[in-house]
């Protein structure tokens, strides 16, 4: 019972490792997705274009030298091909001295001149074998260079043309880059005067509103100071001082004829 008990215990505690081991691995994935994205978003395009330029002369470079022994290997062959040619073409004329000496030895009865000679004729025979045989060996390896030299020289050609096409095309982005910086400054410019103006500088309605309430605030004062007996004696006063100025004007219009 203790036997099975221990066992589930194991493997509900292997069970939540694993579990947890998930977790981790995909919250790590997460973190690592985040700060990819994050620093892409940060590079400069500028200082990628740069970057991508620098890498592709950088490869210019090791393709040139690499190109350069290629070629040198090719150059090296031609003049040991050219060497084992000569040395193969000493070797057969010398052999056949050899075999002129020995017929001449043999017609003359110097059986040891014959044995000479003929000895010599086959030693040089062996070496004009060799010499045969290494120039085949060096022409072989000279057909592998060539072809080696040709892709080499089509790598570094193509390479170059991708290093104007970069800087081609960089002069293109650099100056689409700077289109957008320069309208992105405009953006803010333009945005920071809309706020300014917004924040700032009162609005025709709100100056309208001000002038309204004031007028409004001096009617209603004028209109409570008439309902005071303050104001009744005021109306009162101008009422007199309006009478009085109709009986001054009838005695003039009076004295004048007017009537």
Known sequence: ??????????????????????VFKRIV?????????????????????????EEARKQDRQLRNQAAKVIAHREQLESRIEKAADQAGEAREMAKQALLRAERATAEGDSAGTEKWTNTASSLAMKLQASEGN???LKSQYEIAVAQAD???????GNA????ELAAKRMQLVGQIQQAKMQEEVNKAVESMSGALETDA???ERVEDKIQARLANAKAKAEVAQSTPEGAEAELRDAVSLAKADDTLAELRAELGLN
């Open 1 to 22: 019972m203790l036997s099975g008990q221990y066992s589930l215990a194991n493997t509900i505690a292997f069970t939540e490792r694993k579990r947890q081991r998930t």
């Open 135 to 137: 120039l085949e060996s």
């Open 161 to 164: 043309m991708r290093v104007q």
């Open 29 to 53: 994935n997460y973190l690592k997705t985040l700060f990819k994205v994050k620093a892409e978003n940060a590079m400069d395009p500028e200082i990628e274009i740069e970057q991508a330029i």
């Open 202 to 204: 009162p609005s025709l």
């Open 151 to 157: 892709e080499a020289n089509k790598a570094v050609q």
